[in-house]
């Protein structure tokens, strides 16, 4: 969402992530890399024959800012205004030119799907340009929007997608928060390189709190949407995700959301607005009252999203025991269930994680130790000796966390916890 608008957390089926006290510091961690360092909020990217190109919001810029680089983390350079001439006149006014897709056409042109200021009413529509370079000029097409249901709010947020079998949609919000309605995400077939649409329009996700900026992304085994909630405004923007196995639904959004200022340990403020493409995740953030432009590695475990330096949680109670047991009803611990009793020299409790890329992470374990003194496990990665990770006292049922840096392989590792020196319960572990 562009406008100004209450930072307040959208009402998804999502919990709002917290971090506990961290007893360790560790810079093993690799967060986003911020590739842009100035105004480029609402990214759109694709990379063609070996140059990257992104779009953003309009802004001192221009209406559709440019910018191409060698490789997704850059260098990045700003190439001015893909569309000079601004959104189409015959319906629109400049100004408030919002969140432009940009989709290369297998004929060699390309469309541009962007959010407009629709001087009839005053509400947000989306409209189509074409051009036949990536940089511009674009040429507004049409004397409509091609999307403006009005008497929902309008229309915003458009983004491309193109299925495996070749069928072309694209997916929008309307702007219910713009006239106190719920907003919904929904999904539109397309015709003649995205300037058409094609049959009705079929509801994907719906919302009364703030749920926008869709990028869809089909995997293997099911498609992931993603969408931004939250206000845009401060760091309480955050990006999450919906799974379905068919396109028509039901879609089921994730426990937890994928990136927030917290799972990023505020490296990043306001994540969202952001855009998958291949193994990397454009996104921008709050600096100095500026969102710039941000990107990171991103892989799939089983078709779910992990994305580079974000936390991702796996309650320990869900592993492999040997010689411990798991504790229900366990007060304050996540999920409410901990691994306990790991006591005994053959006692170990084993998760497994998924890594984007090979490389340094940051291990925390949350635990509560109610020893008389500083406890430890041992740790074993991948079936090799990785030291140990140290628990200072809390009293039991007092959740805290401990880091530590480990090396983890691309893709699936295991983690093992081992008897160490006194006794500490286990309530989960994060990688990030």
Not at 152 to 169: C, E, K, L, Q, W
Not at 297 to 323: F, I
Not at 403 to 427: C, F, H, M, Q, S
């Amino acid at each position: 969402m562009k406008r100004l608008l209450a930072a307040v957390l959208a009402v998804f089926s999502i919990s709002t992530f917290l971090s506990p006290a961290v007893h360790a510091a560790t810079t093993a961690a690799v967060f986003p890399s911020e590739i842009i360092g100035e105004n480029f909020p609402d990214p759109d990217v694709f990379e063609q024959n070996g140059t990257w190109y992104a779009y953003a919001t309009n802004g001192s810029r221009g209406t559709v800012p440019v910018a191409t680089a060698p490789s997704a983390n850059g260098p990045w350079t700003i190439r001015g205004d893909a569309m000079p001439g601004g959104p189409s006149s015959a319906w629109a006014q400049p100004g408030r030119t919002w969140a432009p897709d940009v989709y290369p056409n297998p004929d060699g042109t390309y469309t541009l799907t962007y959010t407009a200021w629709h001087k009839a009413s005053g509400r947000q529509c989306i409209g189509v340009a074409t051009a036949t370079s990536p940089l511009g000029p674009f040429q507004p097409v049409g004397t409509a929007p091609l999307i403006c249901p009005l008497d929902i709010g309008g229309a915003i947020d458009p983004n491309t997608f193109v299925a495996n079998d070749g069928t072309r949609y694209l997916v929008w919000k309307n702007d219910g928060n713009a006239v106190s309605q719920p907003s919904t995400l929904w999904l539109t077939k397309t015709a003649n390189n995205g300037q058409t649409v094609v049959g009705g329009n079929t509801a994907m996700l719906t919302s009364s709190g703030i749920i926008e900026a869709p990028d869809l992304v089909q995997r293997g085994s099911q498609y992931v949407l993603y969408f931004s909630g939250g206000g845009y405004s401060d760091c309480n923007y955050l990006t999450s995700y919906a799974t379905s196995k068919s396109l028509g639904g039901p879609w089921t959004t994730a426990y937890r959301p994928l990136m927030t200022t917290a799972t990023f340990d505020s490296h990043v403020c306001g994540p969202g607005g952001a855009d998958f493409v291949g193994d990397k995740v454009f996104m921008h953030g709050w600096v100095n009252g500026g969102r710039h432009l941000y990107v990171a590695d991103v892989g799939y475990a089983n078709d779910y999203p992990v994305v580079r330096g974000s936390r991702v949680r796996t309650e320990a109670e869900r592993g492999t025991l040997n010689h411990c047991w798991v504790r229900s009803n366990a007060a304050g611990a996540s999920d409410g269930k901990v691994v306990a009793y790991i006591d005994y020299a053959d006692s170990w409790v084993e998760n497994t994680v998924f890594a984007p890329v090979a490389g340094s992470y940051t291990l925390y374990v949350g635990y509560a130790n109610g020893s008389a003194s500083t406890a430890s496990h041992g740790l074993v990665v991948n079936g090799n000796n990785a030291g140990s990770v140290s628990y200072p006292v809390t009293g039991w049922d007092n959740w805290h966390e401990s880091a530590v840096p480990i090396t983890l392989n691309a893709g699936w590792n295991t983690i093992r916890l081992t008897k160490g020196t006194l006794y500490t319960e286990v309530d989960y572990l994060e990688v990030q």
